[in-house]
Nanobody, 129 residues
Framework: QVQLVESGGGLVQAGGSLRLSCAASGRTVSSYGRGYGMGWFRQAPGKEREFVAAINWSGGYTIYADSIKGRFTISRDNAKNVVYLQMDSLTPEDTAAYYC??????????????????WGQGTQVTVSS
């Protein structure tokens, strides 16, 4: 079983930056000795949870939602079992609860919400205009 804990959310002005962290604990390595694909999703009030970014087990492959491409960067430090989401040039439209996710089903990066079976509790990001 894997536990995920997000941190780093907060209130920031438009144009500012935040870095989210997701610390993983528990069974973070498969029986093959590799880690798992991980991702970030977000959910604004009254909206469905949406894909933001994902990274494969080694950190060598990443994918991004079109809405944040060029502004957000996902990375991971497997030695520390931490995944990061660097968010720059934030806009009020980025306001949402941000969730870290891990898929024990794949080592790849995936933009599919249903692929992920482990979720953090979320961290709120609020961008003021």
């Amino acid at each position: 079983q894997v536990q995920l804990v997000e941190s780093g959310g907060g209130l920031v002005q438009a144009g500012g930056s935040l870095r989210l962290s997701c610390a993983a604990s528990g069974r973070t390595v498969s029986s093959y000795g590799r880690g798992y694909g991980m991702g970030w999703f977000r959910q604004a009030p009254g909206k469905e949870r949406e894909f933001v970014a994902a990274i494969n087990w080694s950190g060598g492959y990443t994918i991004y939602a079109d809405s944040i491409k060029g502004r957000f960067t996902i990375s991971r430090d497997n030695a520390k079992n931490v995944v990061y989401l660097q968010m720059d040039s934030l806009t009020p439209e980025d306001t949402a609860a941000y969730y870290c996710a891990l898929s024990t089903r794949t080592i790849a990066a995936s933009d599919s919400l249903v692929q992920y079976d482990c979720w953090g509790q979320g961290t709120q990001v609020t961008v003021s205009s």
